[in-house]
C-alpha cells in the first residue's frame, strides 16, 4: 500500500490510532539512576502508557518478543514472574522472540495460559500433526477501526528447543512470507483497516521480508525485534514501515497513525522513540509493589557476595574480544583442564561487572546456565570455524554467534584477504593435523554447524564430545567464591587487520 499525504476528505474517514510498541526488554524491570534521572523499569513504563491510554482513547501496545532472560527475577521464577508482570504492563498482543523457549516448549506453552494478553505466532508448527503452536493472529478492533496483527518467529528458536530430545525434534519453523499470505488472503474480505506484522527475526531480516511480500496482500507495517536496534526513523520497503525500539525499557516505540478506513490504509504517521525516564513518566505504584514482592524474596537468595574484583571488568560488544569473556573463557579451560574455551560473546549478557560481585550480578551476566562438553578438533578444523566466525557477514549487522577465547590463544584474521594471517596456542603454531581439546556450551556444541560451519560427526571423528561439566554457572561461581581480586583485560587473543 503507497504511504499518501492527508487528502482533506471527511474527517469521519480518517481515524486516529496510537502504538506503542517495546521490543527485547530481556527482563529489564527496575529502573537505573542515571545521573540524576531515574531510566528504564516496568513502573516508569506503565505509567508512561497509562497516560497515553488515557490521552488518546484509541491505543494500542504490543511487544515483539524477548520479554525473558537478562534478570534474576525471570531466571528464579522461570519466566512465571515475567508473565504476571507482563499481565501487569496489559499488552494488547505480544509475539514470542527466541528467548521465550529458553526454559523449554512445553514450559512456554504453561506460560501462554498464565498470560491474559494474546501471544501470537504463525510460523512454529508441530512437525506429528500439522499444528500451529501459537494462536497465528489477533484482530483488534478499536474505535471502529479492525488492526490485523500476525505473528512471526526466527529460526533461532529450534537452536534451544534441539536440546529437547522429544519436543525439538516436533518442531519446525516454517518459511515466514508463505505464512503471512495465507493469513491475508483469508482476511481479504473482512474490511481490515491496518495489517501489522509482529516480528522477531531481526532489523535486516524484516527488510528482506517485507522485500518478498506480495503488495497486494496489504501488509502495512513491520514491528520487529531480535536484533537490538534503534533506528533513527522508519526504513521503507516495498511500502511497509520497518521498526524496532532498542533493547530493554529505557525506551519505547510511539507511532501516531492517520487511518482511512475507506482505502484500508495509512493516510499520515508519525514515529518517535520516546525515553522511558521521570522526566517523561509517573511511576506505577500498583507495579512497584508487584517488583517489590518478587525482589524480596530474591533479595534473601541473591544478595550474598561472591568476591571483589580488582576493578569494573566491561563486555562493551560482541563482536570483539573483552574483559569478561576472557575471564569467562579462562575460568572454564583451567577449571576443566582444556587447551582452548570458547565462550559465545552473547551469553554474556551484562556490558559491566564488578568490582563488588553478588549473586544476582553473576546470574544476570551469566544467565544460561549449561553443560560444557570437551570436543577433540584438529588445527585444521579449528583454523576453519574461526575463519568462519570471522567472515565477512557478521561485520553487516547480520545475527551472527562470535566467541571470547581463553587464555594463550593469538588470531590475527585479514578482513581484506579473509584469511588467518596467524593462529597460535602459547606462541607455537596450531599444527593442522594435532588434536586439541576445546570446550564448548551445550547449546553451542548442538548449533555448531550452524554457528561455525562444522557439524558434530565431523569432530565425532576425533572422539565423541563428552560432558567435562554439568553447570557452567557453578564452575563461575566456585571459582569466584574462593577467589578475591580477579582482574582480565583485552590482550590481543583476536585481533582484525583491516
Known amino acids: 500500500m503507497a504511504l499518501t499525504e492527508k487528502t482533506g476528505k471527511p474527517a469521519s474517514r480518517y481515524k486516529k490510532l496510537v502504538l506503542l510498541h517495546s521490543n527485547d526488554m530481556h527482563g529489564d524491570f527496575t529502573a537505573e539512576k542515571v545521573d540524576s534521572r531515574l531510566v528504564g523499569g516496568v513502573s516508569l513504563l506503565s505509567g508512561y502508557i497509562d497516560r497515553v491510554r488515557k490521552e488518546e482513547p484509541n491505543t494500542l501496545y504490543c511487544i515483539a518478543g524477548d520479554m525473558f532472560q537478562g534478570s534474576v527475577i525471570d531466571t528464579e521464577y522461570k519466566g512465571i514472574s515475567t508473565i504476571e508482570i507482563m499481565n501487569a ?12 523457549v529458553d526454559y523449554g516448549v512445553p514450559h512456554l506453552l504453561f506460560l501462554e495460559k498464565c498470560a491474559r494478553f494474546p501471544l501470537i505466532n504463525a510460523n512454529m508448527y508441530s512437525k506429528v500433526n500439522g499444528a500451529r503452536l501459537f494462536r497465528p493472529y489477533v484482530v483488534r478492533r478499536i474505535g471502529g477501526m479492525k488492526i490485523l496483527f500476525i505473528g512471526i518467529l526466527t529460526e533461532e528458536v529450534m537452536a534451544q528447543a534441539k536440546k529437547e ?4 525434534n516436533s518442531v519446525e519453523i516454517r518459511e515466514a512470507s508463505a505464512e503471512i499470505g495465507r493469513i491475508c488472503n483469508a482476511f481479504k474480505a473482512a474490511d481490515v483497516d491496518l495489517t501489522v ?31 537490538h536496534t534503534l533506528p533513527e526513523a522508519p526504513a521503507v520497503v516495498n511500502d511497509i514501515l520497518i521498526v524496532q525500539a532498542g533493547t530493554g525499557t529505557d525506551y519505547i516505540g510511539r507511532f501516531d497513525l492517520t487511518i482511512d478506513t475507506e482505502e484500508n490504509r495509512v493516510s499520515d504517521y508519525q514515529w518517535q522513540i ?3 525516564d521521570d522526566a517523561h513518566c509517573r511511576r506505577d505504584p500498583g507495579m512497584d509493589a508487584l ?14 557476595v561472591v568476591t571483589r574484583f580488582r576493578r569494573e571488568l566491561t563486555h562493551p560488544t560482541r563482536l570483539a574480544e573483552t574483559e569478561l569473556g576472557n575471564l569467562a573463557a579462562d575460568i572454564v579451560r583451567d577449571t576443566l583442564d582444556l587447551d582452548i574455551m570458547m565462550v559465545a560473546s552473547g551469553s554474556i549478557r551484562v556490558e559491566r561487572m564488578g568490582p563488588l560481585v553478588l549473586l544476582a550480578d553473576l546470574t544476570e551476566g551469566y544467565p544460561f546456565d549449561d553443560r560444557v562438553f570437551r570436543v577433540m578438533m584438529t588445527g585444521k578444523q579449528l583454523a576453519h570455524i574461526l575463519t568462519h566466525m570471522l567472515r565477512d557477514e557478521i561485520w553487516t549487522g547480520a545475527h551472527c ?6 587464555r594463550g590463544m593469538k ?3 585479514s578482513k581484506s584477504e579473509h584469511e588467518l594471517r596467524e593462529l597460535s596456542l602459547y606462541g607455537e603454531p596450531i599444527l593442522p593435523d594435532k588434536i586439541y581439546t576445546v570446550g564448548f556450551q551445550e547449546y553451542h556444541l548442538i548449533n555448531i554447524e550452524k554457528n561455525l560451519d562444522i557439524s558434530i560427526e565431523e569432530l565425532a571423528a576425533n572422539r565423541k564430545p563428552r560432558v567435562a561439566a554439568t553447570s557452567v554457572r557453578d564452575i563461575l561461581d566456585e571459582y569466584f567464591t574462593e ?4 582482574d582480565s583485560c583485552v590482550e590481543g587473543r583476536i585481533t582484525i587487520v583491516e
Open 483 to 486: 577467589r578475591q581480586h580477579l
Open 411 to 413: 588470531v590475527v584474521y
Open 89 to 100: 504492563l496489559s499488552p494488547d498482543v505480544v509475539t514470542p522472540g527466541n528467548h521465550e
Open 197 to 227: 506484522l509482529l516480528t522477531h527475526i531481526g532489523f535486516e531480516e524484516d527488510k528482506k521480508l517485507a522485500a518478498s511480500l506480495d503488495p497486494d496482500w496489504g501488509i502495512d507495517m513491520i514491528i520487529g525485534g531480535h536484533s
Open 165 to 168: 530430545a522429544l519436543i525439538g
Open 274 to 276: 520516546v525515553p522511558i
Open 401 to 406: 554467534e562470535f566467541y571470547q577465547l581463553s
Open 291 to 304: 517488583i517489590g514482592r518478587f525482589t524480596t524474596d530474591i533479595d534473601r537468595k541473591y544478595n550474598r
